[in-house]
């Protein structure tokens, strides 16, 4: 009797990759991302459409990653719109690391992780219901990352937050500590 050998399948990496268009609905010039770049514009003077086939992926108004952020899981989006984008231009992109598909954040009342703490651990469409707090001024990421915006039901500026310690709104970058809704990044 002959023993039947194991049949072993390699899995097919995960393809991380966002292409980001000149034109709406995904003409014109085009660049395909497979990693960070710090700057975009010897590659088109603006954006208007993007696919992410793969991972998520935050774009930047300025170039080293600066300015509005917008974050774009995979899918399709035929203009700028589609990503809440104040504008079509975009500078910079980078994907989003350690996504683990849980959430654990604290977040406090005032900077130095001072004061009242509330602890989040799922996408929370209204701050201000959830916690009844207006304001959120440092933030400790257990878990994540994830995304905060500046009004409710996932409105206004994006702000994404990776694992670590913020001590105060300004080191996400936001020029307020107004924080409506949190929202976790999927796997």
Known sequence: MRLMEPIFTVPRPILL????????NFQGRSYECKGDTSDLHTFFSRCNSARVNGGCWVLYERPNYMGYQYILAPGEYPD???????????????????????????IFEKPNFDGQMWEVTESTPSIQERFLCKEVHSCKVLEGPCVFFEHANYHGRQYLLEKGDYS???EWGAMTPNVGSVRQIPL
């Open 17 to 24: 990759k966002i292409v980001l268009y000149e034109d709406r």
């Open 80 to 106: 700028y719109h589609h990503w809440i984008g104040f504008n079509d231009c975009v500078r910079s992109c980078r994907l989003v690391r350690h996504v683990s598909g849980h959430l654990k954040l604290k």
């Open 168 to 170: 105060r709104y300004t």
